[in-house]
């Protein structure tokens, strides 16, 4: 059994619809933050989530999005410099980050010139430091930061951010907010931990196409015993909403859409 949370799940007809649906969502979530605290603080993740929140650049989103409220953080990153093909600070930079005036000081990228474990504490520091000024609202419940929306992609696997589903120590991880995983196979990477994820006052898990129908079936459905371990399914906001973008494809091998 899943734990209870505020959770929906939007299917859409095809990718277009998905997009235009996640601009007016994140456009409205910015709107309403910055109404209420002043500023809008998201945390975005890699790969196609970014192509998906493209149509924030254009028209009307361009002219009435309050850009320079925005503070931009990263959910997971690779430890590689920024120019690399691989970053996902590139990645956003060159999709979005570049095509709207987000003040550039607001744009909370890692440090890639250290060890993973040095810079994800120092990515936890600076967090800390936001959420002390307020500029990242805190929770009501601990001293986590809650941010306004934290927006992930969903792996085949069903990692989430770089929580992937044998990393044990960094699903389980209670007390920091940012880790670390190291391999010898692929780049070190720092990510966001779940009580972090589960503290943000919004989360929208974000997928297409039917390579990602088993891990949407395993995040949502009530599997049972035998479910394997999914993070995403570990995606459950205590206080918190969290919505499902997905096209019909993803969604095909939901119970609810049988
Ligand atoms: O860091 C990685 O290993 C991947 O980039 C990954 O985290 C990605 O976000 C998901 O696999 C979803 O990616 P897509 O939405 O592009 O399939």
């Known amino acids: 059994m899943k734990s209870k949370c505020d959770e929906v799940i939007r299917i859409h007809e095809s990718e277009d619809e998905v997009k235009n649906d996640l601009a007016e969502y994140i456009a409205q979530i910015s709107d309403a933050s910055v109404k ?9 993740s890699h790969a196609s989530l970014i192509r998906l929140m493209g149509k924030l650049c254009e028209s009307p989103y361009n002219k009435t999005v309050e850009w320079s409220k925005w503070y931009v953080f990263w959910a997971d990153e690779r430890l590689v410099p920024k120019n690399h093909a691989h970053s996902n600070y590139k990645l956003a930079k060159d999709a979005f980050l570049s095509k709207v005036p987000i003040v550039p000081s607001h744009v909370l990228s890692i440090n890639d ?10 990515y936890e520091f600076v967090m800390r430091q936001l959420v002390k000024s307020r500029v990242v609202n805190v929770s009501d419940t601990s001293d986590c930061p809650k941010f306004d929306l934290i927006l992930l992609g969903l792996g085949e696997d069903g990692h989430v951010a770089s929580l992937f589903p044998h990393h044990h120590s960094a699903l389980n991880e209670k007390q920091q907010w940012v880790t670390f995983t190291t391999t010898t196979t692929d780049s070190d990477r720092i990510t966001f931990t779940f009580p972090v ?4 006052s919004n989360v929208a898990l974000v997928a297409t196409g039917d390579a990602k129908a088993d891990a949407v079936h395993l995040a949502v459905d009530d599997v049972g015993p035998e479910c394997p371990v999914v993070p995403a399914r570990m995606v459950r906001p205590a206080k918190g909403k969290l919505v499902w973008f997905l096209d019909k494809p993803a969604a095909s091998k939901l119970e609810t859409s049988k």
């Open 36 to 44: 209420d605290r002043g500023v809008f603080t998201i945390a975005l």
């Open 113 to 122: 010139s250290v060890s993973a474990e040095e810079a994800a504490e120092e």
């Open 197 to 200: 994820i589960n503290s943000a």
